[in-house]
C-alpha cells in the first residue's frame, strides 16, 4: 500500500527527528497515510523498487534537512549530495520530476541550502517554502504542519475517516431499522387495514343501516366504523369476526344454527346441575 506522505532524511543526522514527526503524523492521518523507510520497508524487498512505488503515489514529500544534509565529511572532497547514487538526492529528484509538493522541512536550526552548495537537478527545491521545525516549541510547529497537509488534496486525516465511517454506519443501522419495522407492521396492515373502496362504502351507507350491522360482543369490534382498532386487531381477531357475523347475520340457515348453538348450551348446562345434584345426594345418603 502507498502513502500520501513521504518522509526523505539522512539517518546519521536526523533520524530522532524524523522518527518524531512520523509518530506524530502517525497519530493523525494513520500509520497506511506515512512512508518511513523504518517502518514501510519489509525484509529482503528491492527497496529500491519500493521507493520508487511510494514516490510514484504520494502526495506531499517531507525533506528533512539538518546541518550536514548536504553530506560534507572531513577528509572526503566528494560531498554526498553530489553523487549521482545519493538515495536523498535521487528521492527529492524523483518528486520534484513528478511535480509533488516538496516541504523542505529544516531540523536543528539548519538554513536552506543556497543555489551554488546544490546541484542542478536540485535547484527547484530553493523555491519550495520551508517550515522550520524547532524541538523547543516541537508542539507548534508540528502542528502549523499538520494543519498545512490536511489541505493537500488526497491526504485525508484519520478523524475524517472515521466520521466518513459512523456515518456510513449509522446510516446502514436506521436502513436495518426501518426494513425490521416494516416487516414487523406488514401482516397487520395488509391483512386487516380497511381498504379505500370498503371505507367508502361504510362512510356513504345510512345511519340506521350502520346500527342494524353494529356489534352484538360490546367492546369488541364495530362493523359499522373504520378507527385504528380495525387496523391493529390482535391474532384472534378473525373469531371475534365470525362470532359477530353468526350473531348478527339475518340468513334463516344461520338463524336456526344460532338457535341450535343456543339450546345446546341450555341443555348442556342443565345436564351438568342435574350431575352435580345426583353426585350431592349420593354423598348425603352414603353411610
Known amino acids: 500500500m502507498t502513502a500520501a506522505i513521504f518522509l526523505s532524511y539522512r539517518r546519521k543526522e536526523s533520524l530522532v527527528e524524523a522518527r518524531a514527526i512520523y509518530e506524530r503524523l502517525r497519530a493523525d492521518f494513520g500509520g497506511d497515510s506515512v512512508f518511513i523507510d523504518l517502518e514501510g520497508l519489509d525484509y529482503g524487498v ?3 523498487d519500493v521507493l520508487e512505488e511510494q514516490l510514484a503515489n504520494c502526495a506531499v514529500m517531507l525533506a528533512l534537512i539538518g546541518p550536514n544534509w548536504l ?5 572526503i572532497q566528494t560531498r554526498r549530495i553530489d553523487d549521482e547514487n545519493d538515495f536523498v538526492r535521487l528521492e527529492i ?10 516541504v523542505p522541512v529544516l531540523v536543528n536550526g539548519a538554513p536552506l541550502p543556497d543555489s551554488a552548495g546544490l546541484p542542478p537537478d536540485l535547484q ?10 524547532d524541538f523547543r516549541r516541537f508542539d507548534a510547529d508540528i502542528n502549523r504542519l499538520v494543519g498545512a497537509l490536511r489541505r493537500v488534496p488526497g491526504i485525508s486525516s484519520k478523524d475524517q475517516t ?7 454506519d ?3 443501522i436506521a436502513s436495518r431499522l426501518a426494513k425490521e419495522v416494516r416487516a414487523i407492521n406488514k401482516p397487520a396492515t395488509d391483512q386487516y387495514a380497511p381498504t379505500a373502496a370498503t371505507t367508502l362504502s361504510k362512510t356513504n351507507q345510512a345511519p340506521e343501516q350502520k346500527n342494524n350491522e353494529a356489534s352484538p360482543i360490546a367492546g369488541i369490534a364495530d362493523e359499522g366504523s373504520t378507527s385504528r382498532s380495525e ?3 390482535p391474532a384472534w381477531a378473525p373469531l371475534v369476526d365470525f362470532l359477530n357475523e353468526i ?25 351438568l346441575i342435574l350431575a352435580i345434584l345426583i353426585s350431592s345426594m349420593s354423598a348425603v345418603t352414603s353411610p
Open 162 to 168: 472515521y466520521r466518513a465511517q459512523d456515518h456510513e
Open 170 to 172: 449509522k446510516s446502514m
Open 124 to 133: 527547484p527545491l530553493l523555491r519550495r517554502h520551508a517550515l522550520e521545525l
Open 93 to 102: 529528484r524523483a518528486a520534484l520530476a513528478r511535480n509533488i509538493r516538496v
Open 46 to 48: 528491492d527497496f529500491v
Open 247 to 271: 350473531a348478527g347475520h339475518q340468513d334463516p340457515t344461520i338463524s336456526q344454527l344460532r338457535k341450535g348453538l343456543v339450546i345446546g348450551a341450555v341443555v348442556a348446562g342443565f345436564i
Open 231 to 233: 387496523v391493529l386487531k
Open 71 to 75: 553530506g560534507i565529511t572531513p577528509g
